[in-house]
């Protein structure tokens, strides 16, 4: 969870790192934890209590840091880093293929199974499963194959295995 | 009625002003670190702290000079009340208590 403290400007860390460290170890994981620490970094860069100490390269590096920071989370929060028109080209054209794919593994399995869970999950796993593989291809194309892969496979199993729980527990209500 | 500057000190707070009058009483009968406040305002109150409140709160009390680091081995600093801080905190509750008396005294009318 320490990680965390890295939303943190820089100045502030060196003021209040360490013990908010100790504070941080001592609390357990919780989401709710996870955003009272974001609430707190977001604070702490649009309200600093602290006042610059002068223009020397410290201070300047502070600053560096604090814009970096800032644009990490304004990036965030605009749903991740900037895409070129050649990744999302690239992004668009694997998702309609995975689409058509999709479409076509759907009817034929339709045909074969009905209307079993596991169609059935994989039905409604599509259009999530779609966007994972439109957002994994645009942001990890500089990746490793074997990151891409992992990533790809882990989001699209995950959401499969999902919509089957829900499909199997549907179906017995 | 008119606001004492403790007052407006505190209230300036927004979000923060609720854990900011709890690190206080926290505070009132002695020195205390970040961990042994979060443990000390459960016990009185009921809440626990997160973190991020918890040091955006004490930024804030340090900042205005409400409360002051004491030195430390360990990398627990403690913080104690200031002067400043102490009347800004006896402000505080004598007004809470004065408007506690008054909806006591009408609840009990009514």
Known sequence: MRWLLRLYPLRWRERYGEEFGAVLA??????????????????????????????????????????????????????????????????????????????????????????????????????????????????LRKRPRRTQAFVLGAGISGMYLFMLAVCLVANRL | MKKSDEEVELADFGRFSEPALLILVSLADGARHGYSMTEDIEAIAGVRLGPGTLYGALARLEARGLIEPLKSEDRRNPYRLTTLGERALRARLDSMMAVARTGQRRLASA
């Open chain 1, 26 to 139: 001592s609390q357990r994981a919780s989401v709710g934890l996870v955003v009272d620490v974001i609430g707190g970094a977001i604070d702490a860069h649009l309200r600093p209590q602290f006042q610059p100490q002068g223009r020397n390269s410290d201070s300047n590096q502070c600053q560096r840091e604090e814009t970096m920071t800032l644009a990490m989370l304004q990036r965030c929060s605009a749903g991740g880093p900037k895409l070129s028109p050649s990744d999302r080209r690239i992004a668009s054209r694997v998702t309609i293929l995975s689409a058509l794919g999709l479409a076509i593994a759907s009817l034929v399995l339709t045909k074969i199974y009905r209307g079993a869970p596991p169609v059935q999950a994989l039905i409604y796993a599509s259009a999530p499963a779609l966007s994972i593989v439109y957002g994994q291809t645009a942001y």
